[in-house]
C-alpha cells in the first residue's frame, strides 16, 4: 500500500521503467498483505481517479490507506500508457517524460516494437539480456515441455501457489475482475476503498461491513473445483511439496488435502480470535454469530472477535514465513494458478524458486510478468516476476484461460484424466 508515496522518488525518466523499479522495489519490503500496483492497475488507477479522489477525504477522516488502484476496468493493451497517465494525474505533472512528446509510445504495438529492436540491439552489440547463460530444464518452453518435464522424473517437487481464480467456478467471487470482482461490488458498505472491507484499522472502527459480507460468503456452502482436485492429484501422485494459498474458503481441505500440504498465507476462517484479549473462538461459534447478524464480541472482555483471516497491515501466518523458506528452495516446478498476483509478499514467492525452475501459469490472464523494460533489464541485475515476454525466457509458461480447463487439460497431457475424473464424481 506505500507505492503511491513512492512515487516521489523517481530513478529514472522512463515511465515504463519507472513504474517497473517501484512494483518491484515494493515486491519483498513486508511481510504484511500489501497490493503491488502492476502496470495494468496503474491503468485502474487513471480510469478510477475522480472516484480516488472522492474517496479521500473519508479516507483522511478514517485514518485509512486506501490503493485507489481498483474499481476501474484493468485493460491489458493499455497499461503502461495508461499507468504513465495515472502518474500524471497522480500530481506528477511536472514530471517530464520524453516520450510523451515525440509520441513514440503512441500504441502497445508501437512500444513492443521498439523494445524488441532496442532489446536485439543490446543483445547482438552489447551482449546483454541473452539467453545463452541459463541452463535449460524444459526441453520447450511450453506446456507440453512442462508435461514432459513432470513425465521425465526429475521433477519432484511441485509448489502449487493459488488465489481466487480457482475458486469463482464454485460460486464465489474473486476480487479483481472487473464487474464480477467482489471489489467491484461493495458499494453498499459506503467503504472509502474497496480494500477497508480487509483493513484492520477500518476493521477496529466498523466491523459491521466485514461481518455482513462475511455472512454473504461463508465458506462451507460451497464445494470444490476441478482446480482443487488436480492439486489434490499432484499430491496423491507423490508431487505436491506444497499448496500455498491465498483463499480463506478452506475449499482446499475440504478437497482432502491434508492440512500439513497447505499454507493457508491469508489465514482461515477455522479459528477466530479477540482482538482485546486474544481469546480464541471456534469456527461454530463464530458462524453462530455471523448468522444471528451479530458483531461476535468477546464472553470475557466484550472485545470484537475476528476470524483469523489475514487483512491489510496485519502479519501473515509464522508458518507462511518458516515453510516458504524451507520450500522454495528445493522447488523443480511452480504452478500458479488463478491469482492477479498483486498482494505482497505472496505475489513475490514466484521470485524465491531456483532460478531455472519452471513456472507455469495458469490463469485467465498474464499476471506478474515482467514489463517488456524489466524483461531487457534482467540481464542487467533487474527485479523478478515471470519473464513469460523475454527474449531470455527459457522456463515460465502459460496456460491462458480458465484455471478448470486448464487443470482438466494438464490431468489429460500427463495421462491423469481418469484419475481427476474419478476425483470428480466420487468428490471424496
Ligand atoms: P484477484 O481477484 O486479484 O485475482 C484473481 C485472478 O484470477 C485474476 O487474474 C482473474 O482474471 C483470474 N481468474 C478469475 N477466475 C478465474 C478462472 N475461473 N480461471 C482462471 N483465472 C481466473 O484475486 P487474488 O489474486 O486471489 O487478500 O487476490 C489476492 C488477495 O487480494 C486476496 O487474498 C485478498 C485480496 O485483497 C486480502 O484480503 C489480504
Ligand atoms: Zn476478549
Known amino acids: 500500500m506505500q507505492y503511491t508515496e513512492g512515487n516521489t522518488t523517481r530513478p529514472c525518466s522512463r515511465n515504463v521503467v519507472r513504474v517497473s523499479w517501484l512494483k518491484m522495489a515494493d515486491s519483498s519490503s513486508s511481510s504484511k498483505p500489501e497490493v503491488k500496483p502492476s502496470a495494468e492497475q496503474g491503468a485502474a488507477s487513471g480510469a478510477g481517479a475522480s472516484d480516488e479522489g472522492s474517496s479521500s477525504k473519508k479516507e483522511e477522516a478514517e485514518g485509512i490507506q486506501c490503493e485507489g488502484a481498483i474499481g476501474g476496468a484493468i485493460g491489458a493493451g493499455r497499461k503502461t500508457r495508461a499507468a504513465a497517465d495515472s502518474d500524471e494525474e497522480d500530481g506528477d505533472a ?10 513514440a509510445y503512441d500504441d502497445e504495438e508501437d512500444k513492443e516494437g521498439f523494445m524488441k529492436m532496442l532489446q536485439n540491439f543490446l543483445m547482438t552489440k552489447l551482449h546483454i539480456g541473452g539467453a545463452e547463460d541459463a541452463p535449460k530444464v524444459l526441453d520447450e518452453v511450453t506446456v507440453d515441455g512442462i508435461v514432459k518435464y513432470i513425465q521425465s522424473g526429475q521433477c519432484k517437487n511441485i509448489i502449487t501457489m493459488a488465489g481466487a481464480g480457482i475458486s469463482t467456478s464454485a460460486g464465489i467471487p474473486d ?3 472487473p464487474g464480477s470482482g467482489l471489489y467491484s461490488n461493495l458499494e453498499k458498505y459506503n467503504l472509502p476503498c474497496p480494500e477497508a472491507i480487509f483493513d484492520i484499522e477500518y ?14 460468503l461463508y465458506p462451507g456452502a460451497f464445494n470444490p473445483t476441478p482446480s482443487h482436485w488436480f492439486i489434490r492429484l499432484l499430491h496423491e501422485k507423490g508431487l505436491l511439496l506444497r499448496h500455498y494459498t491465498q483463499n480463506v474458503d478452506t475449499l482446499e481441505h475440504v478437497a482432502g488435502l491434508p492440512a500439513e500440504k497447505i499454507v493457508e498465507a ?9 482482538l482485546h484479549c486474544r481469546k480464541e473462538y471456534s469456527q461454530e461459534w463464530m458462524k453462530d454469530e455471523i448468522f444471528k447478524d ?25 508458518r507462511f514465513f518458516m515453510l516458504t523458506q524451507v520450500d522454495f528452495p528445493k522447488c523443480d516446478l511452480l504452478i500458479i494458478l488463478g491469482t492477479s ?20 501459469l495458469v490463469n485467465r490472464e498474464k499476471a506478474g510478468s515482467l514489463d517488456p523494460m524489466m524483461a531487457l533489464l534482467q540481464g542487467m541485475g533487474g527485479g523478478g516476476g515471470l519473464a513469460l515476454d523475454s527474449a531470455r525466457n527459457t522456463r515460465d509458461v502459460a496456460l491462458l484461460g480458465d484455471c478448470d480447463d486448464g487443470c ?11 484419475d481427476l475424473q474419478g476425483f470428480l464424481t466420487s468428490k471424496k
Open 294 to 318: 451479530n458483531i461476535p464480541t468477546c464472553l470475557d472482555c466484550s472485545g470484537v472477535v475476528k476470524p483469523d483471516i489475514v487483512f491489510f497491515r496485519e502479519s501473515l501466518p509464522p
Open 203 to 216: 476493521f477496529k472502527s466498523n466491523p459491521k461491513p466485514f461481518f455482513v459480507l462475511a455472512k454473504e
Open 341 to 360: 498476483l498483486t498482494v505482497q509478499p505472496f505475489a513475490s514467492l514466484i521470485d524465491n524458486v531456483p532460478s531455472t525452475c519452471p513456472r507455469l
Open 266 to 274: 491469508h489465514g482461515t476462517f477455522r479459528t477466530s480470535h479477540c
Open 408 to 418: 482438466c487439460k494438464l490431468a489429460e497431457l500427463l495421462g491423469w484424466k481418469e
Open 94 to 103: 511536472g514530471y517530464e517524460d520524453e516520450d510523451d512528446d515525440d509520441g
Open 175 to 177: 476480487f479483481r475482475t
